[in-house]
């Protein structure tokens, strides 16, 4: 059956005048006639029946012009989807840690949907493992994350590397060893579920010691800095989480983590070329504010 003959039946069906159908449709009468004996030809049922001057459908006429309408319906919605995928547009969520929430996403975000007006984006503030998990129940479209993720299904775009340091609040370092600072202080630690854990899991076997005991504030770096600041203890962060305090002597560095905290933005690999995904991954590779590393040599607060 040709699609033209059934909009024809449709439009014919709706209006039970072939002037009017005509006129709608842009036809000619005598052509919606001999599309309509065609249809009725192909389907071996008659369609329209006239009582006087009036057109009616037959019992085959009705159930066509049913089925007929989910069809158009059913079509409308695919030319729309294919119309959305020709760019961005819809929701884009995006899952990420406190930090990245507050000091990087808003103004890029901003920036994307200047570009992309058509696209709305959420926030989802999780942890690097929960926003991972968030990305593969379909929960969040892209994840940025404080590690790289290398499974088989996820495609990783990588954005940064950034240092790992072990911290202090200066006024515990004043005139004090890292051997003495260590034994004497707890450590400030992320919860087990942080992308972290792995980092400080290695950086306490290569130390080869253990914390006298540890505090675990969670997966947020704002609240592990303030517990340092407030003398609680020292802690493992990331340079950025920590550059102005750095720059304001409130904070020493006790020693270089080797392990280093590598940011990326992931997504499923069957997602890819979706519009949204694409344009965004492509936006971040260009736009992500990355800092400069720091030199340890020439900070003369580091702890010897």
Request: aromatic share 6%; proline share 3%; glycine share 4%.
């Amino acid at each position: 059956m040709e699609l033209r003959n059934l909009k024809t039946f449709q439009v014919v069906a709706e209006e039970l005048n072939i002037t009017k159908a005509a006129k709608k449709l842009g036809y000619t009468q005598p052509t919606i006639t001999l599309q309509l004996q065609a249809l009725e030809k192909e389907l071996n049922h008659r369609l329209l029946t006239r009582v006087g001057k009036t057109t009616l459908l037959t019992a085959a006429g009705k159930k066509l012009k049913n089925h007929v309408d989910r069809l158009f319906i059913f079509i409308e919605e695919i030319e729309k989807e294919m119309e959305e995928l020709r760019g961005p547009s819809g929701i884009l969520t995006i899952a990420a840690s406190e930090y990245y929430c507050s000091q990087h996403l808003p103004t890029l975000i901003n920036t994307y949907m200047e570009i992309y007006p058509d696209v709305k984006v959420n926030l989802l503030p999780l942890n690097s493992a929960h926003a991972i998990q968030s990305v593969r129940n379909g929960v969040a479209d892209i994840a940025i994350i404080a590690n790289a993720c290398n499974d088989y299904d996820m495609n990783n775009t990588f954005l940064e590397e950034e240092q790992a340091l072990l911290v202090v609040s200066s006024k515990i370092s004043k005139e004090k060893s890292l051997q003495s600072i260590l034994e004497e202080n707890t450590f400030i630690s992320y919860d087990h579920h942080c992308s972290f854990s792995h980092i400080v899991e290695q950086f306490f076997k290569e130390a080869n010691f253990q914390p006298k005991s540890t505090i675990m504030v969670g997966g947020s770096d704002e609240n592990i800095k303030m517990a340092v600041l407030n003398g609680i203890g020292y802690a493992i962060l990331g340079q950025n989480a920590v550059k102005n305090e750095l720059k304001n002597g409130s904070i020493t560095i006790l020693q270089e983590v080797s392990d280093s905290i590598v940011t990326s933005a992931i997504n499923l690999k069957v997602r890819s070329e979706e519009p949204n995904i694409q344009t965004f991954n492509d936006f971040l590779q260009n736009a992500w504010p990355v800092n400069e590393t720091l030199n340890l040599k020439e900070k003369s607060h580091l702890v010897r």
